[in-house]
C-alpha cells in the first residue's frame, strides 16, 4: 500500500540493514536497527524512508521516534524532513512496546470474523469499549485482551486492538486490530473516509423525505463530555465544533415511526443520534436526545407494559474496506439483537393488521 507518488527504492537497493537480533539491546523488548543509505533520492524524507523499511509501523509513530531522539543519522539527532544522503549511517532505536496494564477477563465476544491480523465482532448492548483507567473492568478491550495472543498497541494505554468505537449502548460491528500494522493501514481508512459504514435505526415519527444529507458540526456541551450539541443549542466556544456529515435514506415507514439506514461520512461522538433528532426524529429509546421508550401495549393494545429497548435503538449493521494485509475489499455484516428485531417485528405485525 505504499503511495506510488512517493517512488521509493526497495530496501535493497539503497539500504543496507541489520536486523535486530544482530545488535545488542540496551533494554529488555527494546530493539536497534541500523541502515547505511546506499544512494540519495532527491525528495525522500527520514520518516518516509524508514516507514518504508519498517512497514508495521505508521508514519506518525516514526515521526515521534524521531522527535524524541530515538533516531539519528551518523550519530546525531534529525528531523523528519531530513533527506538520507549517500553512505549516511542512520540508527532507530525502538523501545518496548508499553504494558497495556490491561486485565484480560473472560467476557463472551460474538466474533463474525477473525484471522491473524484482525478481528470482527458483533458488539452487544451495554458493555463500553475501553476503560478509562487501569481499575475501570467489564470492556470489551478487557475482552479481547483475553481472547487474542496479541493486539495492537495503538497510542493509549487502555485501549489495545481497540480502532474505533461504538457507544455503550449501541450494536454492531466493530474491528479489532491484533497488530500494529493492521491498526495503523485501518486507521489510515477511517482518516480517508474509504471504509463504508452503515448503521440501522428506528426512529419516532414519520421521516418525509425519503434521504437526505445532514451536514451540522458538534461539539461536547460545555457542561458536560457525555452529551453533544450543534451550534444553535447555546454552543460551547465555536472552535470546539467539529464537521459532521450524515446521510440517511428511509427503510421504511410505519405509523409513528421510521425505520431509517444511515450512512456516516465522518465519525464524531453521538453523531447519528443527535443528527436524526435535529430534524425531528429521535431514536427509540435515546432519552439523552429526546426520545421516549415504547411497549409491546403501546404498539398492539396489548401485551407488557415494559419497554422493548431502553437505550438507542441504533445498530452498526454493515461494513466495507479494505483487508489491512491482504489488500483486498471485505464486507461484514452483523444481525439485529433480539431487543431491536422484537421492536421491528411488531412494527411489521401492526402494518399487516391494519
Not at 136 to 165: C, D, K, M, W
Not at 251 to 280: A, C, E, W, Y
Request: charged share 25%; with cysteine; proline share 7%.
Amino acid at each position: 500500500m505504499t503511495n506510488p507518488e512517493e517512488k521509493i527504492d526497495k530496501p535493497g537497493d539503497d539500504a543496507e540493514s541489520v536486523s535486530p537480533a544482530e545488535v545488542d539491546s540496551e533494554a529488555e523488548g527494546e530493539q536497534f536497527f541500523q541502515h547505511s543509505v546506499r544512494r540519495r533520492i532527491k525528495g525522500r524524507r527520514l520518516d518516509k524512508y524508514l516507514q518504508h523499511l519498517h512497514p508495521r509501523i505508521s508514519r506518525s509513530v516514526i515521526q515521534q521516534y524521531i522527535k524524541q531522539g530515538d533516531v539519528t543519522v551518523n550519530g546525531m539527532p534529525s528531523k523528519a524532513s531530513y533527506e538520507p544522503a549517500e553512505n549516511d549511517l542512520i540508527e532507530i532505536r525502538l523501545p518496548p512496546p508499553p504494558s497495556s496494564r490491561l486485565v484480560p477477563e473472560n467476557i463472551p465476544l460474538d466474533i463474525i470474523y477473525e484471522d491473524e491480523w484482525m478481528m470482527v465482532l458483533n458488539k452487544s448492548a451495554g458493555i463500553i469499549v475501553h476503560p478509562a483507567n487501569a481499575t475501570q473492568s467489564g470492556t470489551i478491550a478487557n475482552a479481547v485482551a483475553y481472547h487474542a495472543e496479541t493486539l495492537s498497541q495503538g497510542s493509549a494505554p487502555f485501549r489495545p486492538g481497540i480502532v474505533h468505537r461504538l457507544d455503550k449502548n449501541t450494536t454492531g460491528i466493530m474491528l479489532i486490530a491484533k497488530c500494529d500494522e493492521a491498526h495503523w493501514r485501518i486507521s489510515r481508512q477511517f482518516e480517508h473516509r474509504t471504509v463504508k459504514k452503515q448503521y440501522f435505526a428506528v426512529c419516532w415519527g414519520d421521516v418525509k423525505l425519503d434521504g437526505d444529507l445532514i451536514n451540522q458540526p458538534l461539539a461536547p456541551h460545555p457542561d458536560t463530555t457525555q452529551r453533544m450539541v450543534l451550534p444553535t443549542a447555546s454552543p460551547p466556544r465555536q472552535a470546539m465544533f467539529k464537521e459532521a456529515i450524515t446521510e440517511y435514506r428511509v427503510d421504511k415507514r410505519f405509523r409513528g415511526f421510521t425505520t431509517v439506514n444511515l450512512f456516516p461520512k465522518t465519525g464524531r461522538t453521538h453523531q447519528l443520534r443527535v443528527h436524526m433528532s435535529s430534524i425531528g426524529h429521535p431514536m427509540v429509546g435515546d432519552k439523552m436526545y429526546g426520545g421516549d421508550i415504547v411497549s409491546e401495549f403501546d404498539l398492539t393494545g396489548e401485551g407488557s407494559t415494559e419497554s422493548l429497548i431502553d437505550y438507542q435503538a441504533l445498530h452498526a449493521r454493515r461494513i466495507s474496506l479494505m483487508h489491512p494485509i491482504l489488500e483486498k475489499t471485505i464486507e461484514f455484516e452483523a444481525p439485529l439483537p433480539a431487543q431491536l428485531q422484537r421492536l421491528c417485528d411488531l412494527l411489521e405485525a401492526r402494518v399487516s393488521k391494519s
